[in-house]
């Protein structure tokens, strides 16, 4: 069963840093390119990056601030995010391009003083 299992968020202060976790069934991570997402209260889901084994994109809003990677042997992406805004408050979401339909309960980052 596809399975996709956010972890790290929390409340962090702006200028802050948070790593995210998004830990994938493999059947779901291997070779395929997972991507993060965000909603804030009241907006439309968005994307924010998408990580591939060979290279990664961002969202202009967080490009340079965000870093992406992944672990192959632990089925795992992590989104690390530096120099956090108010406005990146959200929750966030992993994806597998493998599985387009498949969500996670996804994990709240509050940026707030």
């Known amino acids: 069963q596809a399975q996709l299992v956010e972890s790290g968020g929390g409340s962090v202060q702006p200028g802050g840093s948070r790593t995210l976790s998004c830990r994938a069934s493999r059947s779901i991570f291997r070779e395929s390119a997972m991507a993060w997402h965000r909603q804030a209260t009241g907006k439309q889901r968005e994307w924010v990056a998408i990580?591939?084994?060979?290279?990664?994109h961002f969202a202009d809003f967080v490009r340079g601030r965000f870093i992406g990677s992944r672990d192959d042997a632990e089925n795992t992406v992590y989104l690390q995010m530096n120099s956090l805004e108010s406005e990146d408050t959200a929750v966030y979401y992993c994806?597998?391009?493998?599985?387009?339909?498949?969500w996670g309960q996804g994990t709240q980052v509050t940026v707030s003083s």
């Open positions: 990580i591939t084994e060979r290279t990664t």
């Open positions: 994806s597998s391009g493998a599985a387009p339909n498949t």
